[in-house]
């Protein structure tokens, strides 16, 4: 079914071999947004993630930065372990006396980081 939501044409599957002919066969056709103004101002000329066109740039560009923000959170997280780590094999003061609104690693209150970081790893 084919349905008009204000501006944006729009197409209802209903059955799981019409989804699968959507979402496999003809993805690349399905996959494009349509174009929007905002996208020129705040995505940069469209280029933004949420924004892009499908196409070689989209599939390029968005790969390429998600690869770039995963190594970078690799990088934190493992950073944030690792002063966990530390901090635990102190084991200076007992978790009561500890400051929990002192800033701590990346700028987190040590509550926050506490909750964030598992308290045991699997060797």
Known sequence: MSLRLGSVPTL???SPAAAELVLKTH???F???PERQIGEYLGYGSKGMAVAKYGTYWRSGVTRRLKVLGQEFD???ETIIDDHEQEAS????ELDELDMDE????SLLRSTHLLAVPT???S
Do not use: E
Request: proline fraction near 0%; charge should be positive.
């Open 12 to 14: 209802v599957v209903s």
């Open 27 to 29: 993805d690349k056709v």
């Open 31 to 33: 996959a494009s947004r």
């Open 75 to 77: 990088k934190i997280l």
């Open 90 to 93: 102190n084991g200076n003061k």
């Open 103 to 106: 800033t701590f690693a990346l």
């Open 120 to 122: 045991s790893r699997a």
